[in-house]
């Protein structure tokens, strides 16, 4: 089995995969980070979304080995010294959540594309979670929730 | 802005409590637990609709790497456990009961749809199921199977059970059919109209799991799973699966990724890995994937309706009579046969008063996954026929579609409609009045004929919609078939140091009750809301609890708790009595102080709670120690919130996509304990409305009856730009029959606004229907068949 190195949340992990392990399910099962969720099987939900690198990736659409060497974050690692990321902060102060399952990835998402798009309007934020589902919110709050983090961020 | 800057009363829009956990990824979702020792199960599935199956070999799986069990069928039935049940009875209108196929945990000698479970592989780890489960050899024998809803009752159509000639498990009827055709006798008009309702899969975004574990120490089972309501599982799987005797059987719901109904049934994955976790001696864990999602959740809606409306000359309503076939897919689910009988042609009267109503429901057996209650369960259904009707009635009568619904409204309470329901409270031209204004109704023609000179088309639906929620008053629910009671239960147990946990019988799984019953419960109190823990979703906690589901939480749940704290109240005065030696009669509580009615004497709460347990020197024949209470509530009605939706739509006649500018809802839900959450659940079913108006649909192929759309590539959800801001707005009227006034708001979106959707694309493209979902394909064709006429 090969073994792959990568930094978590800023931590070293290292362990052996089955090559055919999914990046989400090394995440899930081996490190015991669950806060990052599997939603389908065809790549489209974005439950599973972490940083690779500083960007947005769907955890679910590559293989643990490919991140070898890799800096990933996963929601859990988003909070620093205690304090919540803004992002996090206006999902809570917006109600952009409610089963609280596609947040994780939302969250992840959102903050990449803050970074991304700094001046972001309602349009830019509906056509970039094309690849983000929530089956609760109806996005409304989502789309508010991101729109002020990003004024906030500014 | 923080709970403190906002206060935490009752109508103020707290923040939730649980966003913590799960905006930092430590949420507790059933498949994020793990535990020693612990094995995967997978389940092989039917790949065919209809088949024999002649024979399973599982030997050369068995020896396959990590395999730790197999288990067929058979080995089910050998164990002597029942099937899974229907827990509502219907009966026809000869007075016979619903013909009732078996529905067996793991597929015995036939399989009837595509995704039917035919074996379970535990092992190691999923990936070795898996691989497993693809080296057993099932010899079938596939035989034609009943697909097409239309054709099913036909008398070659494929058998899906042997027990249900002609595929049709229930002809049931409600209302008055010779009072119903006396009046269509005697009207100037007849409006009639046929309907699809299309199937459409639920979704939640956590698919469905479950973990089953065994005490061989204690004899003691448990299964984790994602489910709305565990004790009803617990009830199910212990009483008539028989996999334990209840007591010796816990099921605990943990955080819950969202069910819109599709979590409230037991399901067969569930109950065989909590079974089989004794066979196996070791934890066994299950997680659909979404693909197994698609195929093995129960489906919502699925309907085909002819309606027919009577009218007299000045557009007054006369009688309705409608004829459904609904769909039930190849089995029973645990409520399918309620919701397109019960939950169904009781909202038929809408919000009109309309003398005669008179519905036939033929309930069909085919071969596609069952088809159970799906947010708002027979109340789209209901809603989308009668303001879909209303609106063609309104064209064809040329009187304007805001005024035939006001000559119609029912204005007096309460009213007694002819389909079982009597309406507590409502002001219907309320909502419209506020939806009208805040759809900017009087500039809609400037703005048609502005997007006119655009080349684009718009139009504007209305929806005024009725649903009848807080399931349910029990004796009424018995009456009509019911195998439970729809009661709710709660406990307030207040702690030594003054803090309370108040376990409830409703489940959270998205709803954020640990908000809105804490906010209750603080402010009656008069404690902060984080010294109220609200304790639920564990059966090993909470007695009993009917779950979730039927926007019940806050009508009946919280009703519960009401009843609980008014005990607690009780008490807590008489030992206040006590203490400050005074009569029970001159204690009087308020914001958390005790106090003797015209003196100084004051008590606080903490004070209080804590004399409850050290009771020293209590008149132990009239005071016990301990401050715990319980309820258990029981509606006395059903709770009716209404209100209206108007949504406004440009389509671009080039490409039939269809845009919503414009979606406004206002709503009356009676008392609003959170304005936040409330939204926030209106957004959602909204959502899932405009979902099933323009773009989902459960398709199988007609022939083979295999599912099209299997997944996120072929079922379109809704994404994010996909739809629009909402715009809302709330009326009120208080609910009489419970304690707090309040009526519900879980599915009213869902509910109301897939009608104003296709009353507005119908009006910009000046035809009478389209089918949902009005794909902009469809839309399209229906710009290019209209006449000439209209087309310019
Ligand atoms: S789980 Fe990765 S996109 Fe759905
Ligand atoms: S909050 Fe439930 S899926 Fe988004």
Not at chain 1, 137 to 143: E, K
Not at chain 2, 384 to 404: H, M, N, Q, S
Not at chain 2, 755 to 761: D, K, Q
Request: charged content about 20%; aromatic content about 6%; glycine content about 10%.
């Amino acid at each position: 089995m090969p073994v792959v190195a990568m930094t978590v949340n800023g931590k070293p992990a290292s362990a052996d995969v089955e090559a055919r392990t999914l990046l989400v399910h090394y995440i899930r099962e081996q490190l015991g980070l669950t806060g990052t969720h599997v939603g389908c099987d065809t790549s489209q939900c974005g439950a599973c979304v972490v940083h690779v690198d500083g960007r947005a990736v769907k955890s679910c659409a590559i293989l643990a080995v490919q991140a070898e060497g890799a800096e990933i974050v996963t929601v859990e690692g988003l909070a620093k010294n205690g304090e919540l990321h803004p992002v996090q902060q206006a999902f809570r102060e917006h109600h952009g959540l409610q089963c609280g399952f596609c947040t994780p990835g939302m969250i992840m998402t959102a903050v990449d594309l803050i970074r991304r798009k700094p001046n972001l309007d309602e349009k830019t934020v509906r056509e970039e979670l094309e690849g983000n589902i929530c089956r609760c919110t109806g996005y409304h709050n989502i789309v508010k929730a991101i729109l002020a983090a990003s004024q906030e961020m500014r | 802005m923080s709970n403190a800057a906002i206060g935490e009363g009752i109508g103020q829009p707290v923040r939730r409590k649980e966003d913590f956990r799960f905006i930092t990824g430590n949420g507790h979702y059933t498949d994020d637990i793990a535990r020693p020792r612990q094995t995967w199960a997978y389940f092989l599935r039917s790949p065919h609709a209809h088949a024999k199956i002649r024979g399973i070999d599982t030997k050369s799986a068995e020896t396959a790497p990590g395999v730790v069990a197999i288990f067929t069928g058979k080995h089910v039935a050998d164990d002597g456990l029942g099937g899974l049940i229907c827990g509502w009875t219907v009966s026809s209108k000869d007075g016979t009961p619903m013909k009732v196929g078996p529905h067996p945990i793991l597929a015995v000698d036939t399989v009837r749809y595509v995704g039917d479970h035919v074996a379970m592989v535990v092992a190691e780890t999923l990936a070795e199921a898996r691989s497993a489960a693809e080296m057993i050899d099932v010899d079938y024998e596939t035989l034609p199977a009943a697909v097409a809803l239309a054709a099913c009752q036909s008398k070659d159509a494929p058998q899906v059970h042997p027990e249900a000639p002609r595929n049709t498990c229930f002809e049931w009827e409600l209302g008055n059919k010779s009072e119903t055709e006396a009046a269509f006798a005697k009207a100037d008009r007849i409006v009639k109209l046929d309907l699809t309702n299309n199937r459409l899969i639920p979704n939640a975004m956590e698919p469905r799991a479950a973990l089953g574990e065994y005490d061989k120490g204690t004899g003691t089972y448990t299964l984790h799973t994602t489910s709305q309501n565990p004790h009803v599982a617990r009830l199910v799987l212990s009483a008539f699966v028989g996999v334990a005797p209840e007591h010796k059987l816990r099921v605990i719901a943990p955080d819950v990724g969202g069910g819109f109904g599709s979590k409230i049934f037991i399901y067969a994955e569930e109950t065989a890995c909590v079974w089989a976790a004794a066979k196996v001696g070791r934890p066994i864990k299950w997680t659909a994937d979404r693909s197994e999602a698609f195929l093995s959740d129960a489906h919502g809606r699925d309907h085909l309706s002819h309606a027919e409306l009577a009218l007299d000359k000045n557009g007054k309503f006369l009688a309705l009579r409608v004829k459904t076939v609904a769909n039930l897919g190849a089995y029973l689910s645990t409520f399918s046969a309620s919701v397109p009988t019960y939950l169904y042609g009781t909202l038929l009267s809408g919000q009109y008063d309309i003398p005669a109503i008179y519905v036939e429901v033929d309930g069909v057996y085919t071969h596609t996954a069952p088809v159970d209650a799906y947010r708002g369960a027979g109340r789209p259904e209901a809603t989308y026929l009668v303001e879909r009707i209303v609106e063609t009635a309104a064209r064809e009568t040329g009187i304007d579609p805001a005024e035939i619904r006001r000559r119609n409204f029912i204005r007096s309470f309460p009213h007694q409609t002819p389909v079982i329901m009597a309406y507590d409270a409502g002001d219907y031209e309320a909502s419209l009045d506020a939806a009208m204004k805040a759809a900017d109704h009087k500039g809609f023609p400037a703005r048609k004929a502005e997007a006119e000179k655009r080349g684009k088309l718009r139009g504007l639906g209305f929806s005024s919609y009725i649903e009848a929620c807080g399931l349910a008053p029990s004796a009424a629910v018995g009456s009509l078939g019911a195998g439970v009671g729809l009661w709710e239960s709660a406990e307030v147990r207040v702690n030594p140091t003054g803090n309370v946990e108040v376990l409830t019988g409703s489940h959270s799984h998205g709803q954020g009750h640990e908000t809105t019953f804490a906010q209750l419960v603080a402010s009656r109190l008069g404690i902060p809301m984080e010294q109220v823990e609200i304790v639920h979703g564990d059966t090993d906690k909470v007695q009993f609890g009917m779950g979730t589901y039927g926007s019940r939480s806050g009508a009946v749940g919280m009703s519960a708790i009401v009843k609980a704290l008014d005990k607690i109240e009780t008490k807590a005065k008489k030992i206040a009595a006590h203490l400050m030696e005074a009569a029970v009669e001159d204690i009087v509580f308020e914001n958390g102080t005790f106090t003797v009615q015209g003196t100084d004497k004051t008590m606080p709460w903490a004070q209080l709670a804590l004399s409850a347990y050290t009771a020293h020197g209590f008149p132990s024949a009239e005071i016990e120690p301990g401050l715990k209470e319980g309820a258990f509530y029981d509606p006395t009605n059903f709770t009716f919130p209404a209100g209206c939706h108007i949504c406004e739509v440009e389509i671009d006649p080039d490409t039939g996509v269809t845009r919503i500018i414009n979606f406004v809802a206002v709503d009356d839900f009676g008392t609003i304990i959170n304005p936040m959450i409330v939204e926030g659940q209106v957004h959602g079913g909204i959502a899932q409305g405009i979902g099933q108006a323009l773009l989902e649909h459960g398709v199988y192929d007609p022939e083979s009856g295999q599912l099209i759309t299997g997944s996120y590539m072929d079922y379109c959800m809704p994404r994010a730009d996909d739809l629009p801001s909402f715009n809302l707005g709330f009326t009120k009227t208080v609910c009489p029959s419970n304690p707090l006034g309040m009526k519900g708001c879980g599915e009213a979106g869902a509910i109301a606004s897939p009608p104003a959707i296709i009353n507005a694309i119908t009006d910009a493209l000046g035809i009478r229907d389209i089918e949902m979902p009005a794909t902009p394909a469809r839309v399209w064709a229906a710009i290019q068949s209209r006449p000439r006429a209209a087309a310019e």
